[in-house]
């Protein structure tokens, strides 16, 4: 079967699985202008289950192009089940290129396929070097909300433990420096975000970088990291 065939089909089956009353409330939370079936994550789950399983054999390259296929598609629950598919399967993840990445970037327009992306491929590839810093030190100053955000939550596969990560301040706090004054809620979250996991790493360096910046931090930045700080917690 052809990629294009097998993304007819794996489109075929999460629309079989996806819940009308289920598309508004994903729009509403993560509102983009690509199509949304509307699926539950359990549901979801299953139909990735199914097709990890059949293409668990098959060379890292048919399953890249699969998955670029399905995020070219439009669809935000495509667009999740083509970052899983690739990052679940060892000789895809091994075989990712800087061009795969800039084709399954392409298109993100909402919190959730950027951190999707960012999480699974796109910070783990910057750290393994297939993604340089100029990379995302382009996306940190692109007019794009959405890939702001990206080079920001790519941070946290340098830090966050079960991501692979070990520590990585300087590239943390080097995208950190771009987002500080960037006034878009979007990307505040995602630099509380980046800064609360690096805090586990490097707790003088995220309190350096607040006493740097206080003018222009985000009041959401500075109160969570600093909650973070002080209690180990995000909230409460």
Excluded at 127 to 135: E, H, N, P
């Amino acid at each position: 079967m052809s990629v294009r065939n097998l993304a007819d089909e794996i489109i075929a089956a999460l629309r079989a699985a996806a819940k009308p009353g289920r598309v508004k409330a994903a729009e509403n939370y993560h509102p983009t202008r690509q199509e949304v079936l509307g699926l539950y994550a359990a549901d979801m789950r299953a139909v990735l289950a199914v097709y990890r399983a059949r293409l668990k054999s098959r060379p890292g390259r048919e399953v890249i192009g699969l998955a670029r296929q399905l995020a070219a598609r439009d669809i935000l629950d495509a667009r999740s089940l083509a970052y899983e598919l690739v990052a679940g399967h060892r000789a895809a993840m091994a075989g990712l290129t800087r061009a795969d990445l800039l084709a399954l970037a392409r298109g993100i327009d909402n919190w959730r396929s950027v951190d999707e992306f960012a999480c699974a491929l796109g910070g783990v590839k910057w750290r393994d070097g297939v993604l340089g810093d100029t990379d995302i030190t382009r996306w940190a100053q692109s007019r794009d909300l959405w890939l702001r955000r990206a080079a920001v939550v790519c941070t946290v596969p340098l830090n966050l433990k079960a991501r692979g990560g070990t520590g990585d301040s300087r590239r943390t706090l080097m995208v950190c420096e771009l987002a500080a004054a960037d006034g878009k809620i979007m990307v505040q979250k995602a630099l509380s975000w980046a800064l609360r996991e690096l805090s586990r790493r490097d707790r003088r360096g995220v309190e350096l970088f607040l006493k740097r910046h206080n003018a222009v931090l985000g009041a959401l930045v500075k109160r969570e990291v600093l909650r973070k700080l002080r209690t180990g917690k995000k909230n409460g």
